[in-house]
T-cell receptor, first 113, second 114 residues
Framework: DGGITQSPKYLFRKEGQNVTLSCEQN?????MYWYRQDPGQGLRLIYY???????QKGDIAEGYSVSREKKESFPLTVTSAQKNPTAFYLC????????????FGQGTRLTVV | AQSVAQPEDQVNVAEGNPLTVKCTYS??????LFWYVQYPNRGLQFLLK????DNLVKGSYGFEAEFNKSQTSFHLKKPSALVSDSALYFC????????????WGLGTSLAVNP
């Protein structure tokens, strides 16, 4: 089945630790995105990548890092510099950046304990 | 500034009644507009999009949306609501400017009551 897979579904992190969220797609999409979702705030873009080995900061990139070494994979690292990391994180992909629809993963809920 | 607004945080309708979820936009150039749905603790699913052409766009699960250029609106509609339509709905617009990103509304929670 084609799709976009995020793992894990739930993640707990101690304060001061870095943690990496996985996102893999087998849709052959060029563009991939990471969003953060908080209640009442909709979706906020963290990073996006239009092509392998290239990525751009979104609106709330501070405290996060990404890599795009393979077309299929776009992992997100939440660093200890992110002051309020508890949130629902969504990964998405699309054929290109623009007017093509995005396909979303099922999300990772990160909780800092 | 370019933006997408969903003026209602929550919409309540009775099952079998028509539903409307409102969206207005403010973007430069020709807008590309989208609707997505999100069920609890899940990712978003694409419902429909307007790029060009007919102002009435039909999408998944019996939903449709009407593009109205003069009112800068793109309201989501369904003739007869189902309890299973209860979810969070997001409107989004593609920004064809320099950053080429989707601009998202804050979402509208739809509750369909049996």
């Amino acid at each position: 089945d084609g799709g976009i897979t995020q793992s894990p579904k739930y993640l707990f992190r101690k304060e001061g630790q870095n943690v990496t969220l996985s996102c893999e797609q087998n849709l052959n999409h060029d563009a991939m995105y990471w969003y953060r979702q908080d209640p009442g705030q909709g979706l906020r873009l963290i990073y996006y990548s239009q092509i392998v080995n290239d990525f751009q900061k979104g609106d709330i990139a501070e405290g996060y890092s990404v890599s795009r070494e393979k077309k299929e994979s776009f992992p997100l690292t939440v660093t200890s510099a992110q002051k309020n990391p508890t949130a629902f994180y969504l990964c998405a992909s699309s054929m290109g950046v623009g007017h093509t629809e995005a396909f979303f993963g099922q999300g990772t809920r990160l909780t800092v304990v | 500034a370019q933006s997408v607004a969903q003026p209602e945080d929550q919409v309540n309708v009775a099952e079998g009644n028509p539903l409307t979820v409102k969206c207005t936009y403010s973007v430069s150039g020709n807008p590309y507009l989208f609707w997505y749905v999100q069920y609890p603790n899940r990712g978003l699913q694409f419902l429909l999009k307007y790029i060009t052409g007919d102002n009435l766009v039909k999408g998944s699960y019996g939903f449709e949306a009407e593009f109205n250029k003069s009112q800068t609106s793109f309201h989501l509609k369904k003739p007869s609501a189902l309890v299973s339509d209860s979810a969070l709905y997001f409107c989004a617009s593609f920004n064809a400017g320099n950053n080429r990103k989707l601009i998202w509304g804050l979402g509208t929670s739809l509750a369909v009551n049996p």
